[in-house]
């Protein structure tokens, strides 16, 4: 399988990386009820078929995605690159919505309870999930912390996720921000005005999360097979008028990707991959059988010809 260097000096990394985030379960931003059978065969399909990368988060089922993540690395029983996340906390109550914490000392707190949880003593990537809006703590601080972190040995490299070029910046002039994690996908493409120049030109990784609108893209998508306490009903993406436009772009990209045997979640995924900027997309999977199937947007390169069809699908 295709790799491809994160950042500047960084490890070589799949284009296709597992995401876990629904392996967490249930919670306010849950995917609904999740085996964890099903997530750690999932995790174990995905590294059999050649990925060697799984990014997950502490905050996705408080704690519980990492910990899963930790026995299917064991289980696994070679190296596999780990990437996770700081910054999002439990709120007052369970059923209550993450709350900012990037207080540098609780930054520390965080890191040392997700080695625990991923039983391991040093964490690849150590990622700040989110802009810090709660606290009030200077972000110049927060990253003076993960910097000190990685002085430690207790991450190998550091990077920020839903970061703006501003934000980039003051990190960057502090100590080098190894990658970025932004929404990416065809229905959302925002960062390709400002962000994705900015990190081509800084050596920054950009690791692309949902290049698959969280299924929305898949080719497969049905809203009535979703479950109530699934994030996504609440979402804009997946509430009309904009899914019946969103499904109809589906459609129209279904032919695309059929004439290469690849389905339009492939397809979409591919698409995200063709941007010179970045380095690997995350895809999430809860059955091994997703996971084959999202394997396949990986070592396909769109022609000039392809891209062009697919944005013709979107109406550009």
């Not at 997700?114 to 709660?134: K, T, Y």
């Not at 492939?266 to 999430?284: D, M």
């Amino acid at each position: 399988m295709e790799t491809r260097q994160l950042g500047f000096g960084g490890p070589q990394l799949t284009t296709v990386g597992f995401g876990a985030w629904a392996a967490g379960g249930p919670y306010v931003f849950g995917w609904g009820p999740q085996d964890d059978n099903d997530s750690v065969a999932a995790m174990l399909k995905y590294l059999e078929l050649g990925g060697n990368w799984i990014d997950t988060a502490a905050v996705y089922g408080f704690g519980h995605s990492e910990t899963v993540v930790g026995r299917a690395v064991r289980e696994f029983g070679q190296p596999v690159f780990v990437a996770t996340k700081c910054g999002r906390v439990r709120g007052a109550t369970a059923a209550d919505r993450p709350q900012s914490d990037l207080r540098p000392e609780s930054i520390r707190q965080q890191l040392d309870a997700s080695l625990q949880r991923l039983q391991l003593d040093c964490v690849d990537l150590f990622q700040v999930h989110w802009p810090d809006n709660d606290t009030g703590t200077a972000l110049e601080d927060s990253w003076g912390m993960m910097a000190t972190l990685q002085d430690e040995g207790k991450c190998r490299f550091i990077g920020v996720s839903n970061f703006d070029v501003p934000l980039l910046e003051k990190c960057h002039a502090i100590r080098r921000v190894q990658s970025l994690q932004p929404p990416y996908s065809l229905l959302r493409r925002e960062i390709e005005a400002e962000i994705l120049p900015w990190c081509l030109e800084n050596g920054v990784g950009v690791v692309a999360y949902s290049p698959m609108q969280a299924g929305l893209l898949s080719g497969s998508f049905d809203i009535n097979r979703v479950a109530e306490d699934d994030w996504r009903r609440k979402n804009p993406f997946f509430q009309e008028p904009e899914l019946t436009k969103n499904l109809a772009i589906v459609e129209r990209l279904r032919p695309i990707a059929e004439a290469h045997g690849k389905t339009v979640g492939n397809l979409a995924a591919a698409w995200v991959l063709s941007h010179p900027a970045l380095t690997c997309a995350i895809i999430g999977a809860r059955s091994p059988q997703q996971v084959a199937q999202n394997m396949a947007s990986a070592d396909w390169p769109l022609t000039d010809e392809e891209k062009m069809n697919v944005l013709a699908a979107l109406g550009h």
